[in-house]
């Protein structure tokens, strides 16, 4: 990639460090829920719904900005999102007084926040080379990851001195810091290609015709859509589990949400290896593994709730690592077997697809820790079941993965 129009240099570190503040929001909810929940007396399926609300908000963006994108060019929206994130996680902040507004401002939250990711994968697509994109997208990421490890260092930290509603706060102010940033990684990407008029619905259509057609791309978002499955839930519950874990031994809440941080920071490393050992060894081979062994953590987790919290933010590090190391995979998988005219589809139907399914995840988790914690002499063995779900969910992921490569080794592609 040589010419005048090539990325200037720092191009991806800039990308990288603005993905890092815009994904601090993705976590709010899930690291001042324990206080919220308390503050509020909301059950555990009310808590789960409002970070459902979340999912729903972002899957419904990711649909619609591949098609805008594909039209007027990721950089635009990456932007215009980036910068609506900013406004709403203040009005997030500010507005959530019970658990209908908190869902209701959350979701559109992730409404705006779906058009910094999508865009932000087509943005990598275009400016890193065939041969590294996977551990550009690794990187990319891996950056959210760190946000949210970020953003929960931020609450376990202020917790004894702010309100959670304030850290709330501090938190918008890290989005906003991301979108004045976002100018500056911009201005060092490759221009868009050029783009036709506005979009027609025939054309919307026949894309999506296209995209459900194609057989190898479906079997990729089915996985995908496993894998988010897994994910989200367990990313909204890490904090409130740790935490449980916690005051079970004598500790606050706080040093267990403080412990979910670091499992989020460790999980960086899973993301830039996933991607680049996909560049190395190939993405099937990546992809199969990671989630044999995220399957693995999933149904075990929750049977470790009494062993000791240093061992169970370990084995949450772990998990963490092994649930997000092969996501910037799916995204490179799509992307090396769709062509770039279409792309912007492919990830929207994908999107819906995977994060319709972890819309569900974390309020079926919550419901099956209800479930649980009125029926079990135990409150561990609530999240025993609880967990279980999680795993049941993502038994989807490895048998669409090997159909993927069945699929696109019939028909030549890589």
Known sequence: MSGVDAPQSGWLALLCITR???????????????RVMADWDLAASQAGLVQ?????????????????????GPRRVFLVSSILTACAALVFALGAQGPASAALLYGITGLCAGGCYSPGLQLLALNAPAQRRGKAMGAFIGSASFGYGVA???????????S???????????????????????????????RGAAPRSSSIRLALVETVGDKPAMAGSWAYS???????????????????????GGLSAAEGIGLAAMAHLVSVAGSVFGGSASDRYGRVRVML?????SLLCSFTFGWMWAAPLWMLAAFGAVYNLWAIADSSVYSTALADVVPPGRLGAAYSVRSVMGFGAGAVSPWVFGLALDWGRAHFALEGNAWVLAWTTV????????????????LTAAGGRP
């Open 52 to 72: 459902s609300a979340w999912h729903v908000g972002y899957l419904i963006s990711l649909f619609g900005v591949g098609f805008i994108a594909d039209r007027v």
């Open 391 to 406: 795993g049941l969910g993502a038994l989807l992921g490895p048998w669409m993965i090997l159909r993927f490569q069945r």
């Open 164 to 194: 959670w509603r304030s850290i709330l706060l501090v938190i918008a102010v890290m989005v906003a810091v991301g979108a004045v940033l976002t100018v500056a990684a911009l201005s060092r990407l490759r221009p868009d290609p050029q």
């Open 289 to 293: 593994v990671a989630s044999c062994l």
């Open 20 to 34: 890092l503040f815009q994904a601090t929001i993705a976590i709010a909810w899930a690291g001042v829920m324990p």
């Open 152 to 162: 929960l260092v931020a609450v376990a930290a202020l917790a004894d001195s702010l």
């Open 226 to 248: 496993a894998h988010c499955w897994e994910l989200m839930a367990l990313w909204a519950w890490l904090p409130a589990f740790l935490a449980f874990s916690a005051q079970g």
